[in-house]
């Protein structure tokens, strides 16, 4: 019975030709490195990297030599056929970021796309990710979250996403880089309010891990006076249920409440049109009576 138990592991957990494998590495810690990934990066016929610099020097440690191949942002429309091809003739492939899950915030989506596209089968090593590892020590809500990765770096589009977390009822996830956390932090206070509770956690499960927790403004004051150093993972607390229901507002608070925050008339109105669902020019008319009558 036992025999018969260790052969149905093992057959699931064949590597297959043909296939691609979304292999989750350490985001710091070599020892958080599954059983799993080490028997697929073995096996598999070459292994696709964001860097193979550093996919290098990962696979030297664990004692893996494996043909490897460049697949990022900027080479994904040429690199990302040929590696289909590959597949198609039989080879397997271990997809790998510098850190974390593969496809995430990551150009391996659209790698995942092309298999799909292709009927190739595309199998996932779960591992770490340092969203998630982030949202669980969080002490924030995790019932319900939402998965930003990086902002927009400024501009409308960068307004525009932040209004959004701004009613936001669920825990939202943003990762951000040390020489723009500062400037992040205060746009948030700006957008969503000072005194939203949040959690930012840096280097996670390296030797430096910190973990700080308060509202916005605490954690901006703590970083004005120490300096970002390491990859940042912010996680935000959803907005209050007052925010989050409209129908709890006249048209006029609400586009009020958005203007008390340092929107323009114009944005506020374009916001509480969105949380309404209605057009903008229903609010806008809407508001304008109610300011001929006051």
Request: proline share 4%.
């Amino acid at each position: 019975m036992n025999n018969g138990n260790t052969e149905a592991v093992r057959e699931r957990n064949r590597t297959e030709d043909g296939a691609l494998y979304l292999v989750a590495t350490p985001i710091g810690n070599m020892a958080d490195i599954s059983e799993r990934a080490l028997k697929v990066l073995s096996e598999v016929s070459f292994v696709a990297a964001e860097d193979t610099r550093n996919s290098g020097l990962l696979l030297s440690r664990i004692g893996i030599k494996k043909p490897l191949v460049t697949y990022f942002e900027h080479n994904k429309a040429s690199a990302g056929p040929e590696i289909v091809a590959r597949l198609k003739n039989g080879e397997s492939c271990a997809l790998v970021t510098d850190a974390g899950t593969p496809a995430i915030s990551d150009p391996g989506e659209d790698l995942v796309k092309l298999c799909a596209a292709e009927g190739i089968p595309v199998h996932p090593i779960p591992g770490c990710c340092a969203g998630i590892s982030a949202l669980s020590v969080s002490a924030l809500s995790t019932s319900r979250f939402v998965f930003e990765g990086f902002l927009p770096v400024s501009g409308r589009e960068r307004r525009e996403r932040l209004e959004e977390l701004s009613d936001r009822r669920m825990t939202s996830i943003i990762y951000e880089a040390p020489h723009r956390l500062i400037k992040t932090l205060a746009d948030i206070s700006s957008v969503c309010g000072g005194d939203r509770g949040i959690s930012v956690c840096r280097e996670l499960t390296k030797l430096n891990e910190e973990i700080i927790r308060g509202t916005v403004d605490e954690i901006s004051a703590h970083f004005a006076e120490t300096e970002p150093r390491g990859e940042f993972v912010l996680c935000l607390e959803g907005g209050s249920p007052a925010h989050g229901n409209p129908e709890s507002m006249t048209v006029a608070e609400h586009v009020d409440s958005y203007i008390a925050k340092g929107f323009s008339e114009k944005e506020a109105i374009k916001a509480a049109a969105r949380d309404r669902g209605v057009h903008k020019n229903e609010i806008y008319a809407e508001y304008k009576i109610k300011g001929k009558s006051s």
